[in-house]
DNA sequence: CTAGATTTATTGAAGGTTCAATGAAGCAGG
DNA sequence: CCTGCTTCATTGAACCTTCAATAAATCTAG
């Protein structure tokens, strides 16, 4: 943990209220589509697609918590209710009896289906669209070493 | 809003789960210090920095919920809190009958001296311990690109 | 001038997230 | 083995945010 200078300057203040901005105000925006669309908010919708990129479908609840960056508490509740509406399925894990194993299931894939493409359409028109090719990148190398601090 | 391509490529997919990493993490990493200095949330830490830097430590509530990233709703409960704690008070616009203005008190002052020194370490130790000074300016100046097109 | 539209703010209810407690299953050392 | 520690997951309560409804003040078109 650094421990010097008290307060941020001019540009660092700025940077961290357009950051800061972003990370406030992108999660409502993005809601916004995928309630219209597929009646979902935003974890939801990560949990969905975290089960459609995984063989078979099926990950472990905590590495799919990770995944979609949310707490193993919240996921719990939220499989709760996209498993009482059919979208996933849970089950023992045959290798870990700790475990239990979520999986997508049709109805869920569906659901995906009605969200995914207003969903892409959006993020490219409020981020990609924006920036050039080295733009883009740059942004993901930042965010990843920022993410990686988070995450430690 | 663009109407292309349907889904993201490798280098874009590899951008959007850093940033979306960011998005998700960056709050919850900043409560757990806000809540342990200062028994605040980020959004409410958020409203008293607004304040403070305001003139007369006093803002409209309509100014104020833009600048904090939150809608007037979320605002309105978040002072109803901060009120009954005693750390801002509020009270009718002179100027126009509609606006109610709240302004930081002492000790919201003092709630603030609280929290401060722990968050902007914080804040040095996630982001900008991790940039050089040209990456830094570089994030701030995508990060609010993307914001205005969040905001519009 | 005034009727309707707009802006500002608050409120209660519904729904979602966090936090702490609980418990089952596996692991590690004696 | 069997005791304590760790991991994995769920649960209920407390808390917070969102959404829709309400209402007061202001603006605007005719």
Redesign the pocket.
């Known amino acids: 943990m650094s421990d010097e200078a008290p307060w941020l300057d001019e540009a660092e203040m700025a940077t961290w209220l357009a950051l800061i901005g972003v990370v406030m105000r992108l999660p409502?925006a993005l809601?916004v589509q995928l309630?219209r669309d597929a009646d979902l908010?935003h974890?939801e919708y990560c949990v969905l697609v975290g089960l459609e990129h995984a063989e078979d479908d099926t990950m472990?609840?905590?590495d799919l918590a990770f995944l979609c960056n949310?707490?193993?508490?919240?996921l719990?509740?939220?499989?709760?209710?996209l498993e009482s509406e059919g979208l996933i399925e849970?089950f023992a894990?045959p290798d870990?009896?700790?475990?239990?194993l979520a999986r997508l299931t049709a109805a869920g894939r569906e659901r995906l289906a009605k969200a995914a493409p207003g969903h892409v359409k959006l993020v490219r028109n409020l981020v990609f669209d924006e920036l050039d090719d080295d733009e883009m990148r740059q942004m993901g190398e930042l965010a990843k070493r920022v993410l990686a601090r988070i995450q430690a």
Chains 1, 2 share one sequence.
């Open positions: 409502g809601e309630r908010n974890f472990r609840m905590s949310g707490s193993l508490s919240r719990s509740h939220v499989a709760r209710r849970r894990c870990d009896g700790r475990s239990t």
